[in-house]
């Protein structure tokens, strides 16, 4: 089992611009989760898909937008990029009582 | 609100030295707390979860709900525990919110 895998690894996309992320979870998990790292802070939770609905959001605008599909993986979209969303994307993946498990991230760099 | 508080960005010590890193909580219910490590250049990865009260790596951390504290300790550091440590409160439905983090530097 790879575990969580995410594409692609980086990114570089202009101001305006629209980008597509995606996650694999781990097999056997059924929840994907998408968080935000800016340089030097924590993971920032961004929202949350459980059968193929959005079940929990954070403190994110409209911008960010997310789907699930029925094999649990999952796509976070962002419009109309700012510079500020420049940032480690990371998708974790999870199920009822196991713990979330952390893909490798999509670097994402707006210029 | 529920908030993550680690006060270190970055712990030095020694190698064989003991290592405590500090992580205090804010949360209105019964929180599950988790410890993440992220190694130079790997991902994000689960080091302990409270309610397992296992010691991975040597590693050990107690819950005190009295402190709101769930620090992480290891009696003798060793220089492959270098890395970002992540105190992290799980909400309902796995949602975490984490602290920002500390760098653990051990030095031979």
């Known amino acids: 089992d790879a575990g969580v895998t995410q594409s692609p690894t980086h990114l570089i996309k202009t101001r305006g611009q629209q980008v597509t992320l995606r996650c694999s979870p781990k097999?056997?998990?059924?929840?994907v989760s998408w968080y935000q790292q800016a340089l030097g802070q924590g993971p920032q939770f961004i929202f949350q898909y459980y059968e193929e609905e959005e079940r929990q959001r954070g403190n994110f605008p409209d911008r960010f937008s997310g789907h699930q599909f029925p094999n649990y993986s999952s796509e976070l979209n962002v419009n109309a990029l700012l510079l500020g969303d420049s940032a480690l994307y990371l998708c974790?993946?999870?199920?009822?009582?196991?713990?979330?498990?952390f893909g490798p991230g999509t670097r994402l760099t707006v210029t | 609100a529920q908030r993550v508080t680690q006060p270190e960005k970055l712990l030095s010590v020694f190698k064989g030295a003991p290592v405590e890193l500090k992580c205090n909580y804010s949360?209105?219910?019964?929180?599950?707390l988790f410890w993440y490590v992220q190694y130079s250049r790997q991902r994000l990865q689960l080091l302990l979860r409270?309610?397992s009260r296992e010691s991975i790596k040597g590693f050990t951390a107690d819950l005190n709900k009295g402190e709101t504290s769930f620090h992480l300790k290891k009696p003798f550091a060793q220089e492959e525990d270098s890395a970002m440590y992540y105190c992290a409160l799980g909400e309902y439905g796995n949602k975490l919110v984490f602290g920002a983090g500390t760098i653990l530097r051990v030095k031979s």
């Open positions: 949360y209105s219910g019964s929180p599950e």
């Open positions: 409270h309610i």
């Open positions: 974790a993946s999870s199920s009822f009582l196991q713990a979330a498990r």
């Open positions: 097999s056997g998990h059924d929840t």
